[in-house]
């Protein structure tokens, strides 16, 4: 896919976020909320790929952030 498709399918869920969920930015919920609803509005316009809001690999191993083991939680 090109990437100006892929621009113009980002921009369509981007603006289908804020028009149709705009009321979760305007009431300050949460960023696990808002990466639901965009990742639903993704899946619409990517149907050929799986969108998952928690996805947290680097292929089969977890990501890793590189911080201090005192900053770990």
Do not use: T, W
């Amino acid at each position: 896919m090109e990437r100006e498709a892929v621009e113009q399918r980002l921009d369509r869920a981007l603006r289908r976020l804020a028009e149709e969920d705009g009321y979760l930015l305007e009431n300050n919920l949460s960023e696990r909320c808002l990466a639901a609803r965009l990742a639903i509005h993704l899946q619409s316009e990517f149907p050929l790929h799986k969108v998952d809001v928690e996805y947290n690999r680097k292929g089969r191993a977890p990501k890793r952030l590189g911080l201090p083991e005192a900053c770990a939680n």
